[in-house]
Nanobody, 121 residues
């Protein structure tokens, strides 16, 4: 079994910054692609940023130049640095990871529990 634990959400003023973290633990052989999604009230969940095991990144157009995704493989952790935050960034942010299980060697898709980010003055 694998768990994803997110942290770093909160309330911030427009123009401010937050850093989200997501640590994976459990029966992990290898972390493959990892990403951050968000879901605002009344909207569908959308991909914010992703990073491959080799470090290749991709971003939604709405966050390019403001958000940075990174990973620390030794700690099984992915980060999302969010700068120049806007009210429209307000959402619940979810961590996602494709993980090869250490015992079965099968790849499973895992989600974190979500962390609230609110951008408001």
């Amino acid at each position: 079994q694998v768990q994803l634990a997110e942290s770093g959400g909160g309330l911030v003023q427009p123009g401010g910054s937050l850093r989200l973290s997501c640590a994976a633990s459990g029966s992990i052989y290898r972390l493959n692609n990892m990403g951050w999604y968000r879901q605002a009230p009344g909207k569908q969940r959308e991909l914010v940023a992703s990073i491959t095991s080799g470090g290749t990144t991709d971003y939604a157009d709405s966050v390019k130049g403001r958000f940075t995704i990174s990973r620390e493989n030794a700690k099984n952790t992915v980060y999302l640095q969010m700068d120049s935050l806007k009210p429209e960034d307000t959402a619940v942010y979810y961590c996602n990871a494709d993980i090869r299980d250490r015992r079965t060697f099968r790849v499973w898709d895992y989600w974190g529990q979500g962390t609230q980010v609110t951008v408001s003055s």
